[in-house]
């Protein structure tokens, strides 16, 4: 089946530093590919999207190539702020037969420090 | 000023007792879905509507029940059967069913157990 594997965190970082967090996933075919927010005690927020092989999703800094030679949807921030804590979920969505769900990693956790 | 809202934001159950989470959507959206997110475990999916007056069971439907007697609203009720309640709830909702649209996502229900 689908599924979508995360770097483990918690990721602690100071403020203006770079930020990596790896997403792989597994799916047959060529799903989309998600990353959402969570801010502390909220829903989820669409941060980007890419939906096809070499797409690259970008939103208030932060981007993630749809890489699908290595099946992964890395993203990355060129300079973190404390306004960035949070925690990051990849997903991808794939439309096999009629279901039309989200499959997410289980997040990852980042505090940035001023 | 168009959105998900769900409530309440906190809700409490006592033993053996049904509690239904309330989760409304003006953005005239076909699709409608229900995730419970458990600490370090991502979202998983519980049931999920494509049209009015039909739904689907997801990953972890069991002790759960739902409606979609209008296009705006999805109730989820957690039953005495659901043993493990304690989670939070979110709602979300798409345009439709393509496997590229994005799902948005409403602020949320933390269920406790008294």
């Known amino acids: 089946g689908n599924s979508v594997t995360q770097m483990e965190g918690p990721v602690t970082l100071s403020e203006e530093a770079f930020l990596t967090i790896n997403c792989t996933y597994t799916?047959?075919?060529?799903?989309?590919l998600f990353w959402y927010v969570q801010y502390p005690g909220e829903g989820l927020q669409l941060l980007l999207k890419?939906?096809?092989?070499?797409d690259k999703g970008s939103n208030k800094g932060f981007e993630a190539t749809y890489r699908k030679e290595t099946t992964s949807f890395h993203l990355e921030k060129g300079s973190v702020q404390v306004s960035d804590s949070a925690v990051y979920f990849c997903a991808l969505r794939f439309s096999g037969g009629s279901n039309y769900k989200l499959t997410f990693g289980k997040g990852t956790l980042l505090t940035v420090n001023p | 000023d168009g959105g998900i809202t769900q409530s309440p934001k906190y809700l409490f159950r006592k033993e053996g007792q049904n509690v239904t989470l309330s989760c409304e959507q003006n953005?005239?959206?076909?699709?409608m879905y229900w995730y419970r997110q458990d600490p370090g475990q991502g979202l998983r999916l519980i049931y999920y509507s494509q049209i009015v007056n039909d739904f689907q069971k997801g990953d972890i439907a069991e002790g759960y029940s739902v409606s979609r007697e209008k296009k705006e609203s999805f109730p989820l009720t957690v039953t005495s059967a659901q043993k493990n309640p304690t989670a939070f709830y979110l709602c979300a909702s798409s345009i439709g069913r393509s496997d590229q649209e994005t799902q948005y996502f409403g602020p949320g229900t933390r269920l406790l157990v008294l």
């Open positions: 890419a939906t096809k092989a070499d």
């Open positions: 953005l005239n959206h076909d699709a």
């Open positions: 799916a047959t075919g060529y799903p989309s």
